[in-house]
Nanobody
């Protein structure tokens, strides 16, 4: 059974940086394209970005140039590096795994999800 565990979320000031990790267990990460999503209170879960099996990346316009996604298949970990954080980045961040070659921007395209990690950016 595939399991995903996110970590690294915490309280950070506006303009600060944070790196989230997503560890996949139960299977080899290299089989999956991985996505990061976030959900703020009262909002739908939205696509942040993702990385394909061959390490191609896609980002939402709201984070482009500030966030970077990388993967380490040897360690079964995907990272979300977040720089220049804004108050509106506050949300629970989730990673998802999809048995596809490309990154999907829709929740329905993902087969597995983690439990989420809270990121709070103070204004």
């Amino acid at each position: 059974q595939v399991q995903l565990v996110e970590s690294g979320g915490r309280l950070v000031q506006t303009g600060g940086s944070l790196r989230l990790s997503c560890v996949l267990s139960g299977r080899t990460l290299s089989y999956y394209s991985m996505g990061w999503f976030r959900q703020a209170p009262g909002n739908e879960r939205e696509f942040v970005g993702g990385i394909s099996r061959d390490s191609g990346t896609v980002y939402a316009d709201s984070v482009k140039g500030r966030f970077t996604i990388t993967r380490d298949n040897a360690r079964n970990v995907v990272y979300l590096q977040m720089n220049s954080l804004k108050f509106e980045d506050t949300a629970v961040y989730y990673c998802g795994a999809a048995l596809t070659a490309r990154v999907g921007a829709r929740r329905s395209e993902y087969d597995y999800w983690g439990q989420g990690t809270q990121v709070t950016v103070s204004s």
